[in-house]
């Protein structure tokens, strides 16, 4: 193997490992990173003070502790699914298996300015059924996409109430997809890159009371690669549009040792549709990642209770609909209406503290007809055990008072 494919194979592992949250129930585009806003099931747009909080949920939380720390977490994942067609007669459960992982380095103050950089995952799908061979079908039911952000993170005090922060996300992609096809099964590999980018507020008018406002842009990755469609050997480039998404919340500390927080996220998942697939040679095969998405927002509500000094208990449910039309699921790529309850308990060790986080979401099947859907109608379904995470903060010692 020569160097060149070794990184490839590498940055690609890598790009699958760091899913924050991977596919099933418009957790397509993740809800949470792997931090304390793990525990609080990513309800921080208004009190995001952790790394992965700044990452993934709201830039403006680089102006806290968290540019002088840094954070490592993992959290092993399998998800399990099954499709049920009636007109085929497909009948078949999968499962597959995935790691969680979170990176985090503030880099402290310069000339008023909060910095820090990161690695998380955005957007992933894990989708594996088996093959049938008694109906006739050779190829497996495969989809696996994951894309790798690395943001760049920048924010200062505007006033003594307000906080701002943007972050640049040079972004690492890759896909894998197996499927049957009237041309011969489809087998490819492709992986490329491209670019997203956020920007936040933290606006907190009394010192128990603040507001949170982010945005996420719409990001573009293009993937690259060859494979084949049955014995014809050729290119296909997709190109990736994921959402943009608008965040509002807010947190209210209720006494010294309770805080209460709650939180709207809106995301346009038809930014979904503007992507595409396009093959070399079949180009009957050409058409959008997702053909019908609806645009959708996701609530929740947390708390975060001190037990005792440095013991921290944390808790967060959120809800939120599938964004996938009836006639646009495939059995490569469907959600789910879902409810996700998560919950974690923090322990400061002094200089450092360790972080367990447990979660789980219930999935709610869908049922698919003929009439809605004539290429694959049925029955899907998809479970995610629940999962346990562990991470470890380090105070960098560079403590900067705000």
Do not use: C
């Not at 790394?51 to 092993?76: F, H, K, Y």
């Not at 492709?190 to 936040?200: H, L, N, P, R, V």
């Not at 490569?332 to 986080?357: C, K, P, Q, S």
Request: aromatic fraction near 8%; glycine fraction near 12%.
């Amino acid at each position: 193997m020569t160097s060149k494919m070794a990184i490839t194979r590498l940055a690609g592992l890598a790009a699958l490992l760091t899913l924050s949250s991977v596919a099933q129930g418009s957790l397509i585009v993740a809800p949470h990173g792997s931090g304390r806003d793990s525990d609080l099931a990513g309800v921080v747009v208004a009190s995001p003070d952790d790394g992965s909080s700044a990452l993934i949920s709201n830039p403006a939380g680089v102006v806290s502790r968290a540019r002088d720390e840094a954070l490592v977490a993992l959290t092993p994942i399998t998800f399990k699914m099954s499709y049920k067609n009636p007109v085929t007669g497909y009948d078949e459960d999968g499962s597959k298996g995935a790691f969680a992982l979170g990176l985090w380095r503030g880099l402290g103050e310069r000339a008023g300015w909060s910095m820090g950089v990161g690695v998380y995952g955005s957007l992933g799908t894990a989708f594996d059924l088996p093959n049938s061979p008694e109906i006739g079908q050779t190829s497996p039911y495969l989809n696996e996409s994951g894309i790798l952000n690395f943001g760049l993170n920048a924010g200062r005090q505007l006033t003594p109430d307000l906080r701002f922060g943007i972050q640049i996300a040079p972004r690492y992609g890759t896909q894998k997809i197996r499927s049957p096809s009237p041309l011969g099964d489809i087998d490819f590999e492709t992986q490329g890159f491209g670019i997203g980018a956020s920007a936040g507020l933290v606006y907190s008018p009394a010192d128990e009371l603040s507001f949170g406002l982010a945005y996420r842009t719409p990001g573009i990755i293009k993937l690259e690669g060859d494979g084949r469609v049955g014995s014809v050997k050729q290119d296909l480039t997709v190109t990736m549009i994921t959402p943009q998404s608008v965040t509002l919340g807010a947190a209210y500390d209720w006494s010294d040792r309770l805080r209460l927080l709650s939180q709207v996220v809106w995301t346009r998942y038809k930014d979904f549709e503007r992507g595409d697939r396009e093959f070399e040679i079949t180009t009957q095969l050409d058409g959008p990642l997702v053909s019908n998405a609806r645009n959708r927002a996701r609530l929740g509500v947390a708390f975060e209770y001190e037990v005792k000094p440095g013991h921290h208990f944390r808790a967060g449910f959120t809800q939120g609909k599938a964004m996938i039309e009836d006639d646009a699921l495939t059995p490569t790529l469907f959600d789910h209406d879902n409810d996700m309850i998560m919950a974690g308990y923090e322990i400061d060790m002094g200089g450092w503290r360790l972080g367990v986080t447990g979660g789980y979401a219930w999935l709610k099947s869908r049922k698919v007809s003929i009439a809605e859907n004539p290429y694959f109608p049925g029955v899907y379904k998809s479970e995610t055990p629940l999962s346990v995470g562990l991470r470890v903060t380090w105070d960098l010692d560079r403590s900067v008072e705000l």
